[in-house]
């Protein structure tokens, strides 16, 4: 601590730098745990979402297998049907952390196909794979919003370590070191200040 001169003018800034370094810790902390608690409730819902995934892509599967068994097969019709463009990309920020907001169209487009080329059981097909792109969309948002927050606590963890471990502890030595060198200076006048009295 030798490069600290130990001036009251320093001791003010450092405890100035202290006081702000423990508001940024404790903001950092506040963050992080917001965070977290938006992580674990995306978790759940991923949890949730996958099991209705998985139940639907088995329902879609086999209402196609059905189709291709009643029309012979479905790949001449499928190429026949419009893409969908409707799927949106929005952003919304939880703590500085821009989180994807997903939005796509809620029926499926329409098909520019005939009644003799098609069936129902196509019908159901198509609003089978539209309820899969659908619940597809909602995990894509949710995986990567609980990737980004991640990211973001851990490197909201690492800052919050560092002035936790690094920058508070060592702030904290210096204004030890310049108060105590204050009043060993404080101390040194005052006996300074006795002997030339006692002299005069």
Known sequence: MPNTAPTKGNLM????TLTLARTGY????RKRNILIREM???IDAAAALQS?????FAEAYQALQIANIALGTCRSLADNMPLDTSVQIR????MGVEIPYVTADSAPPAAPLGFISTNSDFDEAVAQAFKAKRLITEMAEVETSIYRLAYAIKKTQKRANALQNVIIPDLTAKVK???AAL??????EFVRMKVIKARG
């Open 177 to 179: 070191f310049i108060t």
């Open 40 to 42: 674990m409730r995306l």
């Open 26 to 29: 404790e903001l950092m902390d």
């Open 91 to 94: 952003f919304r920020s939880v």
């Open 52 to 56: 209705r995934i998985d139940s639907t």
């Open 183 to 188: 009043e060993e200076k404080e101390r040194e």
């Open 13 to 16: 800034a450092l405890n100035r």
